[in-house]
């Protein structure tokens, strides 16, 4: 089992920034790719970043691309989004995912085996 904690969420502005972070607990080494997701008010949850936990390979839903920058720690087993230039239609609630093995599609959510609990994300206008 993997437990994972999102934190660093709450209310910003529009334009500004705000930085979130994922801590991963028990069995991790067996981590592949670990992201980002977020379900706006009344919406589905969407695709937000992804992280090959190996190589660092990054991929973001359009979107984001140029304002949000997903990283990581392994040695702290810690996931990361650093979110710039932040709008309203960012509002939602952002929820960390983990995947323990390869997957050819990391951007829906049946991807991953692991979920967080959510931190919301409020962006005023």
């Known amino acids: 089992q993997v437990q994972l904690v999102e934190s660093g969420g709450g209310l910003v502005q529009a334009g500004g920034s705000l930085r979130l972070s994922c801590a991963a607990s028990?069995?991790?080494?067996?981590?592949?790719?670990m992201g980002w997701f977020r379900q706006p008010p009344g919406k589905e949850r969407e695709f937000v970043a992804a992280?090959?936990?190996?190589?660092?390979?990054?991929f973001y839903e359009d979107s984001v691309k140029g304002r949000f920058t997903i990283s990581r720690d392994s040695a702290k087993n810690a996931l990361y989004l650093q979110m710039n230039s932040a709008r309203p239609e960012d509002t939602a609630v952002y929820y960390c995912?983990?995947?323990?093995?390869?997957?050819?599609?990391?951007?829906?959510?049946?991807?991953?085996?692991?979920w967080g609990q959510g931190t919301q994300v409020t962006v005023s206008s």
């Open positions: 028990g069995r991790t080494s067996s981590t592949a790719v």
């Open positions: 995912a983990a995947a323990m093995g390869w997957r050819l599609n990391r951007r829906v959510t049946g991807a991953y085996d692991y």
């Open positions: 992280i090959s936990w190996s190589s660092e390979t990054t």
